[in-house]
């Protein structure tokens, strides 16, 4: 069984929709990018290796980072 036959009509290669499934995979990792980059960033000083170390000591950035989180998958699974 080839890749093709694998696939529904309406998501064969090269139809719009497999297109808009290929934006929204792009679209979805350079969220999840800057999501982690947010992590990252939370360290700033020389020499801090553990970006993990204190995170639950600001509430704000944990709970904006779990929204981000979940509104990010809301709008790709239920968006249009």
């Excluded at 093709?4 to 929204?24: M, N, S, V, W």
């Amino acid at each position: 069984m080839t890749e093709e036959t694998k696939l529904p009509d309406a998501i064969k290669e090269g139809h719009a929709t497999q297109k808009c499934l290929h934006f929204t995979f792009i679209f979805q990792t350079f969220v999840f990018m800057q999501v982690f980059n947010q992590i990252n960033a939370k360290k700033i000083e020389l020499g801090e290796l553990n970006i993990f170390k204190g995170i639950f000591n600001n509430m704000l950035f944990v709970w904006i980072t779990i929204l981000t989180f979940i509104i990010q998958m809301a709008m790709v699974e239920y968006g249009g």
